[in-house]
């Protein structure tokens, strides 16, 4: 089937066409609710794992990174302990993550930095976080979400491509595309958004061959290829908005 142009509320008489950024960005979080849990798949038992395993994911699987944090984190448990690591020893625990130079390095300088400028502790507080080698606001959002509880959603690669795919974003930048999502939705469902979607980019939207017809927002996604088939959904308000009924 070839892909259909994106559809637009003001060319259709599609009432899902019509919905505004905001009731698709809740109807998302609604349907992606009822298919993925809100969790990370990196393995961590405390922040500093979460930390250093979000550092370690970058340019990898998040089943790279869990097949050597358990050895890491046993030899190294603490931000004191990998302060003090020996770099060498450190690259040949990391390597299947690939780039193992540069983040044998980076997870070394930031848990030197955690000890001198934060007690050995990672600091939950976003504008603290971003002050540590490595970590940026991705970073940053993922472990304030998962290993704080603290609102924040964290713009991936998939979190990219889904948010404009879905028409919550026109914006390329991720600092631009957190600034936009998290104006649609209430700050209690930022964490676990970022995260399904996250998941759901993995599993069903992927990059180069989205697979519309199993996607449980097939029905109101202007990037859909499947619209025509799946609009006859029913709408069900709620108070915040619209909602869909949730399976496919
Ligand atoms: S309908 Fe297609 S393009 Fe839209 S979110 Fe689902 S898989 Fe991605």
Redesign the pocket.
């Known amino acids: 089937m070839g892909r259909r142009p994106a559809v637009t509320g003001a060319t259709t008489l599609d009432p899902m066409a019509g919905l505004r950024a905001r009731d698709r960005a809740l109807l998302a979080v609604e349907r992606l609710k009822a298919v993925y849990p809100a969790l990370s798949e990196l393995l961590h038992v405390n922040p500093f794992q979460m930390l250093i395993a979000t550092i370690l994911s970058a340019q990898t699987t998040d089943r790279s990174v869990n097949s050597v944090t358990p050895a890491l984190f046993a030899r190294y448990p603490d931000a004191a302990a990998l302060a003090h690591a020996d770099p060498r020893q450190v690259e040949a625990m990391i390597k299947p993550t690939g780039f193992f130079h540069v983040k044998a390095k980076t997870i070394i300088a930031t848990s030197a930095a955690l000890v001198e400028r934060f007690n050995g502790e990672v600091p939950s507080r976003i504008e603290d976080l971003v002050t540590l080698p490595g970590v940026g606001r991705k970073t940053a959002n993922v472990v304030l979400g998962v290993a704080f509880g603290v609102p924040g959603f964290a713009v991936d690669t998939h979190v990219k491509r889904?948010t404009r795919?879905?028409g919550l974003t026109k914006s390329s930048d991720p600092v631009k595309i957190e600034a936009d999502v998290t104006k649609l939705i209430p700050p209690s469902e930022w964490t676990g958004f970022s995260l399904r979607l996250i998941l759901h980019g993995r599993r069903?939207?992927v990059a180069r061959a989205?697979?519309?017809p199993e996607?449980v927002?097939?029905d109101f996604?202007p990037?859909?290829?499947v619209r025509a088939k799946a609009r006859r959904r029913p709408l069900t308000p709620t108070r915040r908005g619209v909602r869909l009924a949730h399976g496919r």
Do not use: A, D, G
């Open positions: 889904l795919r879905l069903i939207c989205p697979r519309c996607c927002l097939n996604c990037s859909s290829t």
